[in-house]
């Protein structure tokens, strides 16, 4: 197999590729919603779209309680045993289940498997399928060797990445969210990298969600700008320089309000910190397009993302976003064109970035806008053209 990357041809040019008889897709995965995260959004539109068009099944963790996690109709859902992800509340991981998954398999063979998570049902699904000669295409989308770092567990960053390197590199296909990060990967010793980008939904995330009660219930008014950041509460998330930023507006502009959205490990110690920020917790649905539609200028210091659909999300909802030339910023941000997209060495160019937007209104607006425009380009559909016609790749070329 070429272990060159792939280069990715547009959509339009993939349709073909994309007919033809109904696929039989098995889809393993850690997390599912209603658990909030960019991963659990990301798959769940895919398989939603998949399920309409193929034969699907979905192999996931069983959630706490009842399992509430949501149902498509058309899909098959298989729940596997969890245990929870340690200093990550609400969230559980799978087990080794690799005997359970190949008696699934043998009753009833899939034509392509596509392992989400690298976890241990991950882990689990890469072998059984490898074992039966079910093809297996894989998505790489966190960066555990570099979680590893901000956990005091940097030690373990080199066997976390030979662990993902040797998962990643069994399975036919690796699907990553950007082309930088399949360039960085393809240096590390990854083969067979492809980029499948993330899409918006960009009716459910609009400005036309701004409310001006909840911008009161904040203390803001009409002319007060709003940060926001959305984010798991977590030391990788590296929110302590949105505070810095937040200190440095308000300084300029006194009645500057910051709110964060999300939960995780280090919500609680910041917001003992912090009382002069509103810690708003998990929003979902309607709510969290509301609490997105209602900030003004959107503060995203994360330099650990895969992606971060946060910042389509801010784009989409009308936000003027500041954050650093990495992930999504760097494939859809333009330093000044359409929002602030700094150099991810330059803590205090992104720290004045924000202290200057909180106090120009005028450049705040247009650059909002400018990023409303862009995000009206990113479009779902050709996002699922261009993943079936992965798949079928995957099935159809096995020496490619």
């Known amino acids: ?15 073909a590729d994309a007919t033809g008889p109904r696929l039989r897709v098995c889809v393993v995965t850690e997390t599912w919603p209603p658990e909030v995260n960019g991963v659990a959004m990301t798959i769940h539109r ?3 779209w998949l399920g309409g068009r193929h034969d699907v099944t979905l192999v996931r963790v069983r959630q706490r309680g009842t399992d509430a996690g949501l149902q498509i109709p058309g899909v098959e859902t298989v729940l596997m045993p ?6 990550y509340h609400g969230l559980r991981m799978g087990t080794p289940s690799v005997g359970r998954l190949k008696a699934l398999w043998r009753n009833d063979r899939p034509d392509v498997v596509h392992m989400i998570t690298e976890g241990p049902l991950g882990w689990s699904a890469v072998r059984a399928a490898t074992a039966l000669g079910i093809p297996v295409v894989s998505d790489f989308h966190t960066n555990f060797h570099q979680y590893a770092t901000h956990y005091g567990l940097g030690l373990f960053q080199r066997p976390a990445l030979s662990y993902l390197r040797g998962l990643h590199n069994r399975t036919r296909l690796t699907l990553v969210p950007t082309r930088a990060l399949a360039d960085d990967l393809e240096r590390r010793g990854f ?4 980029v499948l980008s993330r899409g918006i939904d960009t009716e459910r995330f609009s400005p036309s969600r701004r409310r001006d009660e909840l911008r009161r219930s904040w203390g803001a008014g009409p002319e007060d700008p709003v940060l926001l950041m959305v984010s798991r509460i977590a030391p990788e998330k590296n929110l302590p320089l949105a505070l810095r930023a937040f200190d440095a507006a308000r300084e300029g502009v006194p009645g500057t309000r910051m709110v964060v959205v999300g939960d995780g490990p280090a919500r ?6 912090h009382p002069e920020v509103l810690f708003a917790g998990m929003r979902t649905g309607t ?3 509301e609490h997105y539609a209602s900030a003004d200028i959107f503060v995203f210091p ?6 971060g659909n946060v910042t389509l999300e801010a784009m989409a909802s009308g936000l003027a976003v500041v954050a650093f030339d990495y992930a999504a910023a760097r494939e859809h941000l333009a330093d000044g064109r359409n929002g602030r997209s700094l150099p991810t060495t330059d803590d205090p160019g992104f720290i004045q970035a924000v202290a200057d937007l909180a106090a120009d209104r005028r450049e705040t607006r247009r650059l909002a806008a400018a990023g409303r425009g862009t995000a009206l380009e990113i479009d779902w559909s050709q996002v699922c053209i261009r993943y079936e016609a992965l798949l079928r790749r995957a099935t159809e070329n096995p020496d490619d």
């Open 1 to 15: 197999m070429n272990s060159a990357l792939l280069k990715p041809r547009p959509a339009r040019d993939l349709a």
């Open 46 to 48: 895919l398989v939603a």
């Open 82 to 87: 969890g245990v929870p992800v340690p200093r």
């Open 191 to 194: 083969r067979q990298l492809d």
């Open 268 to 273: 609680a110690a910041l917001a003992r910190a």
């Open 287 to 289: 709510d969290l397009a």
């Open 302 to 307: 994360s330099r650990s993302e895969t992606f």
